[in-house]
């Protein structure tokens, strides 16, 4: 695929990066792993130290902008509003498990379970209902997902025999 290799070889190919993971961070990204973005991204567009470097702090600052933005909206909107949404598709009983988790555990949670696989930034609209406090919010979500991310490339260097 030339334009998709185009694309990728473009100054533009970190720009869409960061807004691929803008809608991973608001869980719009159902046709993609999260699992796989970043190891694509290094085999596709990395290379370097710097670049590497760079995919890592991409997907960082655009997974949290995303799952902010998710965040905001359940903290505003609520619950029974995403529920309704076509466009949320967590079903009402795994909500009420990630809730639970919530409670139990409180705002640790959230970067814990956003450095897992599975529970990635499951825990984002719990937080929200909770009214969890922005900032502490933004700081937990990015922690987890650089966790997250520096395990992938850290996997995907080992296999490349790049580390």
Do not use: C, H
């Amino acid at each position: 695929m030339p334009v998709v290799r185009n694309i990728l070889d473009s100054e533009y190919a970190f720009l869409i990066l960061l807004g691929v993971f803008v809608l991973e961070g608001a869980m719009l990204m159902y046709f993609m792993p999260s699992e796989g973005i970043v190891p694509a991204a290094i085999i596709l567009i990395g290379g370097s130290v710097a670049e590497n470097a760079l995919i890592i702090g991409i997907a960082v600052a655009g997974a949290t902008v995303g799952q902010f933005a998710l965040f905001s909206l359940a903290k505003r909107g609520g619950r029974e509003y995403l529920l309704e949404k076509r466009w949320f598709r967590i079903s009402e009983e795994k909500l009420d498990r990630f809730d639970g988790w919530f409670d139990r555990w409180g705002p640790l949670v959230v970067p814990v379970s956003n450095s897992l696989l599975f529970t990635r930034g499951m825990l984002t609209v719990p937080a929200g209902f909770a009214e969890m406090d922005d900032r502490e919010f933004v700081v937990l979500s990015a922690l987890g997902t650089l966790s997250f991310e520096l395990i992938l490339a850290a996997i995907t260097l080992g296999v490349l025999g790049m580390l």
